[in-house]
C-alpha cells in the first residue's frame, strides 16, 4: 500500500496535474494544439520537475518556466502572454490544493474511529479529483470574464503580473511557515495547527487575484476609452478643419454669384465693340475661377462636398475608380460633423481596403445615398480581397456611435470581393427639408 501511495503520489498526481495545467493554459491563451502535444509536454516536464527534487517553491518555478516554454513553442504566442497565462495557471493551482488541502486537514481529526489507511487514500484521491474541479472552475471564470488579454498593448501586462507572482510567492512562504508550527499529543502522533486560518488565507488569495483581474480589465478599458477619445479628438480637429474649407468656399461661389451679372456685363461690352478675342480670354479665366469654387462630389451639402472630395480624389490618385452619387439635405437636423465622422470612417477603411488588394485586381469604391421620408440612407461599397471575413475596429464603432445617436443602424455585408456598409438615420422630426 506504500508503494501505492507513493508511486501515485509521484508519477501520476504529478502528471495529472501537469497535463491539465498544460490545457488549462492553452484554453486562456485561446489556442489549439494537437493531441499528442499535451502528452509530449506532459511527459518532458515530469522529467525535468523530477530532475529538481527540491523544495515545492523550486518545483512550481520549474513548472511555470515550462508552462511559459509551451506557450511560446507549442502555442506560438508572444512570451508576455504565456507567462501571464502561466502565472495565473500555477497560481490558480496552488490555491484550489491549498484550499483542499486546508479543508482536508481541518477534517482528518474526526476521521479517528476509521480505518486510516482507507481514509487516507479516500482524502488524497478526493483531494486531487475537487482540487483539480477546483482549478477547472476557477480557469473557466477567467477565460469567460478576463481572458482577452491578447488583445491588449503587452506594455502593461507588469500590472497584473508583479501582483500575481507576490500573491504566488506569499502564499508558499505562509503555507510553509504556518504548517512549520506543529504540535505533537500525548501518543506521539504529529498534529498540524491553524488549518482554518489557512483556509480563510487561500480563500483571500483566490479572492484577490481575481480582483486583480477585474481591475486590470476595468484598467485595460480606460486605456481602450482613452485612445479611442484621442482619435475622435484628432478626427473632429480634422472634420473641423473641412468645415472651415467648406465655408470659405461657400463664400467664394456666392462673392462669385454675385458678380456674375458684372462678367455679362463685361462680355456685352467686349462683344458689342467688336474684341472677340478678348472676350473668349475672358471667359477662360471665369472658366479657372468656376473650377476652383466646383466641387468634384457634389452632394448638395458644402461641408460633405469638401470632404468627400478630398478622399476621393486621395483614392484616386492611388489608381482607385471612384463614383459619388450621393445626394444630402441642407440644411437639416443632422449635424454636418456627425455625417463626415461617418462618411470619413468609411472611406478610410474603404480606401485603406483597396490599397491592400493586389495590384492586377480592380478597386473601386462607390458612395451612395438617397432621402426617402424622415429617413436617410447612406451605403459606401468598395473593393475588399478579405475572403468574406473582416476585423471591426475603431472606424466602425464611429460610424455605429453616430447611428445610435439618430436612432439608426449599421449593417455591413460581405459577398465575394465586395464590401458593403449601409448607414440608416433617422432625421430629427420638424427639422430636415425635403428638396
Known sequence: ??????????????????????????????????????????????????????ETMAEFGAFLLLLVAGGVFICHTDWKSSVLYAALVVEIMQLSYGILNSLLSALYPFMSGFDQNMVG???????????????????????????????????HVYLVLIPILMIFIMDEYINSFIYGM???DESGVTVYSNHYQMFVIQLLGIASLFCILYT??????????????????????????????????????KSFRHDIKNHIMVLKELL????????LHYIEDMEKIAEELSFPCSTNNPVVDI????KLGMAKSMGIDTDCSLLLPYPCGLRDIDICIILSNALDNAICACKNMDDSAEKYIRVSGRIQGDFLLMEV?????????????????????????YHGAVSVKTHGEVFVLHVLLIIPENEHQTD
Open 216 to 253: 486590470y480589465k476595468k484598467l485595460l478599458q480606460s486605456f481602450r476609452l482613452s485612445t479611442e477619445l484621442s482619435l475622435l479628438e484628432q478626427e473632429e480637429h480634422s472634420l473641423n478643419q473641412y468645415v472651415e474649407e467648406a465655408k470659405t468656399s461657400y463664400e467664394k461661389t
Open 121 to 155: 487514500i479516500v482524502f488524497m484521491l478526493s483531494g486531487d479529483f475537487v482540487s483539480l474541479l477546483l482549478t477547472g472552475v476557477f480557469c473557466f471564470l477567467v477565460y469567460r470574464y478576463f481572458s482577452y488579454f491578447d488583445t491588449i498593448e503587452k506594455q
Open 381 to 405: 461599397e468598395n473593393s475588399y480581397q478579405g475572403n468574406g471575413t473582416f476585423k471591426k475596429g475603431t472606424g466602425l464603432k464611429n460610424v455605429k456611435a453616430v447611428a445610435e445617436k
Open 272 to 279: 458689342q465693340n467688336d474684341r472677340p478675342r478678348q472676350a
Open 182 to 184: 506543529v504540535v505533537t
Open 1 to 54: 500500500m506504500a508503494d501505492f501511495i507513493e508511486i501515485y503520489n509521484v508519477y501520476i498526481t504529478e502528471s495529472v496535474q501537469i497535463l491539465f495545467g498544460f490545457y488549462f493554459l492553452t484554453r486562456l491563451l485561446h489556442q489549439r494544439v494537437r493531441f499528442y502535444f499535451y502528452f509530449l509536454f506532459t511527459g518532458c516536464a515530469s522529467a525535468v520537475v523530477h530532475a529538481v527534487q527540491s
Open 307 to 310: 470632404l468627400a472630395g478630398n
